[in-house]
């Protein structure tokens, strides 16, 4: 039995079809990837089902996988791409009518929702109000999941400019969410 001692070495064995691999492969990463899976959700047969999803999805498209730099973060964004699938589509499908369920379970939803659909509204302005590299490098960061140094790159500025960058569009929207949420609590009460 080989014990493949590098990732690389055993994704690409892993690949060839063989399931050793595969199974070293699963028992490696399975506890630290389905740990991480339920930072996203709660329900942990949810995360667990997106792992399994996952790995059933990477051995039956194994020839057409590329070769990751990095096969440990390639499967942490493969799982966290699948939990937010998920999570998507439970947000969409619901298995009972509205108006067939308890009044304060609908109740609650109908919170949840509109105070979603509230913060969601309130960020999108204030980053109107980001100064536009601080924003491009916000965008870069939390909706193209790019590292630091790829933010650099991509920006053409060095990897301390795009720190600063990151620092300062961060906090300028925690200073703005905090004044706004102070401003509206003067009009509710």
């Known amino acids: 039995m080989k014990l493949y001692s590098d990732d690389p070495e055993l994704w690409n064995s892993?690949?060839?079809?063989?399931?050793k691999a595969y199974e070293i492969l699963l028992k490696r990463y399975y506890a630290p990837l389905f740990q991480y899976a339920t930072r996203f959700t709660k329900d942990r047969e949810q995360a667990e089902d997106c792992l399994q999803e996952s790995f059933?999805?990477?051995?039956?498209?194994?020839?057409?996988?590329g070769s990751p730099e990095s096969v440990r973060f390639y499967l942490f964004k493969t799982i966290r791409n699948n939990v937010f699938l998920a999570l998507r589509k439970s947000a969409i499908e619901?298995?009972?009518?509205?108006?067939?369920?308890?009044?304060?379970?609908?109740?609650?939803?109908?919170?949840?929702?509109?105070?979603?659909?509230?913060?969601?509204?309130?960020?999108?302005?204030?980053?109107?109000?980001?100064?536009e590299r601080q924003r491009e490098a916000l965008y870069l960061k939390y909706f193209q999941e790019l590292s630091v140094d790829q933010i650099a790159t991509v920006m053409g500025v060095n990897k301390q400019t795009a720190s600063n960058?990151?620092?300062?569009?961060?906090?300028?929207?925690?200073?703005?969410w905090y004044q706004l949420s102070v401003v509206l609590c003067c009009f509710v009460i």
């Open 165 to 176: 960058f990151l620092y300062r569009g961060l906090n300028y929207l925690r200073e703005q």
């Open 14 to 19: 892993f690949k060839a079809g063989n399931k």
């Open 56 to 65: 059933i999805y990477l051995w039956e498209h194994r020839a057409s996988l």
């Open 94 to 131: 619901i298995s009972v009518p509205f108006w067939m369920e308890d009044e304060s379970d609908s109740e609650s939803r109908l919170i949840e929702f509109e105070t979603k659909n509230f913060n969601e509204r309130k960020l999108s302005h204030l980053m109107d109000g980001v100064p």
